[in-house]
Each structure stands twice: as structure tokens, then as C-alpha cells.
């Protein structure tokens, strides 16, 4: 029985708890972007918490709120000085478009209030930011294996297991170095995931002709 009650906790923690959003979009005035993006909150019925330019604690002193909803939407707006979030955990997702298209958007998928808290952090301190980490674990894989390649190379080392050994341990090691700080969130509960969880699958449309009957010939 315990073994059952085990084995239970253990598959659960790597179930989907909560999945997060965090986009940023690039703005020539903050005020213009602030009131086209709250005008589609408003519309959809979606409470939200605007901060502008909060210190990493304060960003993070919302997990608690946020983690309580079905999904968590985390949108910057900057204009390259200064900073303005807007946080909200709609029932449906809020994607914004058109003039508010955002730079990048990432998801994630936190496994507890604590893992929401450290993202949170992080995002406050600057620390994700760019296109680049789109693709960023075959990159990061590769740049860490050609480099552990080539170090464990020229340590001359004749015995192959043990340099096998070497060449995993030192992968690794550059490869956690690489991708700070989505390594460090995946050690605290976050994983990021590659598509949208909320995207709606494509519809397939069948076009359906109608085949007239032939004439009889006369």
C-alpha cells in the first residue's frame, strides 16, 4: 500500500499543474501600449494587476494570486528604458496581436506556487529575454558537446570509459552552464515546452462536390 501511495506521488509531480505564458512586446510609447492592451483585458472580462517597473520581489510577491487560476498570462511592455507587466490568470487565453504582436512569447509549465515564485524572480531580473531561446536546447546541446569534445580531446586520456565518463560529466557541465537559467528553473519545477498548450488544432476543411447525374441519351 505505501509502495502504491508511492510510486503515485512520484508520477504526479510530473503531471501539468499550471501552465504560464510570459511575452514581451516592444512599444514606442509605454501609455499607448498600456491602453490598447487593458482595453482587450477589459473586453474579455479579465481582471489583471499592472506594475510598472517592479523590482524582482514585488514581481514575484504575486505567485500566490496568480497560481489560483486556470492558466497564468505574463505580458512586458518596454520601450527599452522602463518596464510595465501586466499579470492576469484568464480562464481563456489572451494572445495579443497586431501592433501589440510580441518580440518573443514563451510557456511554461510550473509544477507549484514555489516554481510560479521563481520564475517570477527571474523574468524580474532580467535573465529571459530574446529570440534565441526558441530553439535554444538543440543549440545549447550541441555548442556543449563539440566543446567537452574537444577539452576532453586534448587530455589524452587512453582509457575509453573513462573518457567517455569525461566526455558525459563535461557535456553536461557546460551544457547547465549554457542554458542558465531555464537549467535552474527545471532543478526548481519549471519546464519550458515548446508550443503553445492552449493552441487550437488546425480544422481540416473537405470540399464536398455534388456529381450531377449523366443524361440518358436520347
Not at 500500500?1 to 512599444?27: D, F, G, L, T
Not at 499607448?32 to 474579455?44: D, N, P, R, V, W
Not at 523590482?55 to 489560483?68: V, W
Amino acid at each position: 500500500m505505501e509502495s502504491e501511495k508511492k510510486s503515485h506521488r512520484v508520477s504526479s509531480r510530473w503531471k501539468p499543474n499550471k501552465y504560464v505564458m510570459y511575452a514581451q512586446v516592444r512599444c514606442e510609447a509605454l501609455s499607448i501600449c498600456a491602453s490598447k492592451l487593458e482595453a482587450i483585458f477589459k473586453t474579455a472580462g479579465v481582471e489583471f494587476v499592472e506594475l510598472l517597473e517592479p523590482d524582482p520581489e514585488t514581481l514575484a510577491s504575486y505567485f500566490g494570486r496568480l497560481y489560483s487560476g486556470k492558466s497564468v498570462e505574463i505580458i512586458e511592455l518596454t520601450d527599452g528604458m522602463s518596464r510595465m507587466f501586466y499579470l492576469a490568470a484568464p480562464v481563456a487565453p489572451i494572445r495579443p496581436e497586431g501592433e501589440l504582436k510580441p518580440e518573443f512569447v514563451l510557456f511554461f509549465n510550473v509544477r507549484s506556487k514555489e516554481a510560479l515564485e521563481v520564475l517570477l524572480r527571474v523574468i524580474g531580473k532580467k535573465k529571459i529575454a530574446g529570440k534565441r531561446y526558441k530553439h535554444r536546447s538543440g543549440i545549447n546541446f550541441m555548442i556543449s558537446f563539440l566543446g567537452s569534445f574537444l577539452f576532453s580531446s586534448l587530455l589524452n586520456v587512453e582509457d575509453y570509459l573513462l573518457q567517455s565518463l569525461l566526455l558525459l560529466a563535461l557535456t553536461l557541465l557546460i551544457y547547465l552552464a549554457i542554458d542558465y537559467p531555464f537549467s535552474l528553473l527545471y532543478l526548481r519545477g519549471v519546464e519550458m515546452i515548446s508550443q503553445d498548450p492552449f493552441a487550437k488544432k488546425s480544422v481540416k476543411i473537405v470540399k464536398v462536390v455534388r456529381i450531377k447525374p449523366k443524361q440518358e441519351e436520347s
